[in-house]
């Protein structure tokens, strides 16, 4: 018995160990929950938000409902931010944008003829984003890239969850709702040849806005985001060449940056209820702050431009191969493991519907079909086994 489903979307905005022995394949291995990981800094903030029960998070943040737009502004920043055109701010905006020009046209081009189609919106108080959706092209079953700029108010209690501080449940606590600003390009690439590679990159940005002597409320900020891929298909040339990409944008900053942030990416996005992780990883990090502001804006922005020469190459290889019937059945099969884990674990989209987001933004993520068969085993030694003891023990591609 299989079940089918599809899902579209007509606008989107969002952002907010080496392989085992044989007699070990196939066993899911010890998984290291996000709250053990090894990270420095305020970097546990939005993980506790999260967790931390009904009132951080069905309250965590108050945003302006949006409004259509006819064209493009030339920033969503408020006028009032300070320095706007030489702040992070506007530098990290200008990144974003100009990504998310740069990732489309690509795409475009690697279709052959599709194109994108574009929402803009905005919010009365300041903010706003660009939603672009591709469907049903040559090679894109469903692609997004979709940038925003977001201003909103975090409730104290919140803001001290996040960050682990105490008096984070202190209903005597006396202090104001927390300004925050937040922006961050966010995408999703779905080709329809099985055999070429599912993608997802998102690079953020987060302040806290409110001034610097407001009670229980200091000025922060941080980074986060990444670039990982999901085949149905393990293509060794392919995967180690994309892991290549990760590796030397990482180098270029820091070498401790990809075996921590490749680690991280294999464990944040793990399928806890089947054992197994949602592809074969790439990077991850999230509430980065303990280095220089400027050398991590380089660093996501350099990540950013490292995109398309990760992926692009392996669509031109692999979007005309040949391929069956049941070769896109596993696909789709494994399609249903990228919704499981958007729909349950994927902090950004739980966190959306908790709050009442925009549902075409929040759903972005997932694909045109997917397909779920009860009790569904690949045989053992088969090209889909190979794949799934990979999700389950993942390795060092290079």
């Known amino acids: 018995m299989a079940t089918s489903i599809s899902s579209s979307s007509s606008s989107s905005s969002s952002f907010l160990s080496t392989l085992p022995s044989p007699s070990q394949t196939l066993k899911p291995q010890p998984f290291l929950s996000l709250r053990t990981l090894p990270r420095r800094g305020p ?17 965590a943040v108050a945003i302006e409902k949006e409004t259509p737009e006819e064209e493009r502004p030339e920033t969503f920043l408020r006028a009032a931010d300070p320095a ?16 998310q020009d740069e990732v489309c046209a690509a795409l475009e081009a690697a279709d052959g003829g599709a194109a994108f189609k574009e929402d803009v919106w905005s919010r009365p108080g300041g903010g706003g984003g660009i939603s672009r959706v591709l469907q049903d092209g040559a090679v894109w079953e469903k692609a997004g890239v979709n940038v925003s700029v977001v201003y909103g108010m975090m409730p104290p209690e919140a803001y001290r969850a996040a960050k682990g501080e105490p008096g984070a449940a202190d209903p005597s606590a006396k202090a104001g709702p927390v300004p925050f600003f937040a922006a961050g390009i966010s995408s999703v690439l779905h080709p329809k040849n099985p055999f070429a590679p599912t993608l997802h990159f998102n690079y953020r940005y987060f302040e806290t806005d409110a001034p610097a002597d407001a009670p229980g409320a200091p000025r922060q900020w941080w980074f986060g985001g990444g670039t990982d891929l999901t085949p149905a ?17 990482c180098d270029k900053f820091d070498p401790s940056f990809y075996p921590r942030f490749k ?56 979007k005309d191969t040949p391929f069956t019937e049941q070769h896109k059945a596993w696909q789709q099969l494994r399609r249903g493991r990228y919704v499981e ?26 694909p045109l079909t997917a397909r779920w068969e009860y009790d569904h085993q690949p045989e053992v030694g088969s090209e889909e086994w190979k794949l799934l003891d990979a999700c389950i023990n993942p390795k060092e591609w290079i």
């Open 341 to 366: 884990f958007n729909l349950v674990y994927d902090r950004g989209t739980t966190f959306g519907l908790k709050t009442g987001g925009r549902i075409e933004s929040i759903l972005v993520s997932l």
């Open 84 to 99: 706007a055109a030489t702040s992070v701010r506007a530098r990290f905006e200008r990144m974003i944008r100009e990504a």
């Open 43 to 59: 970097s546990d903030r939005r993980r506790r938000l999260l967790s931390a029960g009904p009132v951080a998070v069905r309250a």
């Open 233 to 249: 298909y393990v293509i060794e040339e392919d995967v180690k060449h994309f892991h290549s990409v990760q590796k030397q944008t």
């Open 263 to 318: 680690k991280w990416c294999d464990d944040y996005f793990y399928i806890k209820h089947r054992g197994e992780r949602r592809g074969l990883g790439g990077i991850f990090f999230d509430d980065v702050n303990d280095y220089d502001q400027e050398m991590l804006l380089g660093f996501a922005t350099e990540c950013a431009k490292s995109v398309i020469p990760a992926y692009l190459p392996i669509i031109q290889r692999r």
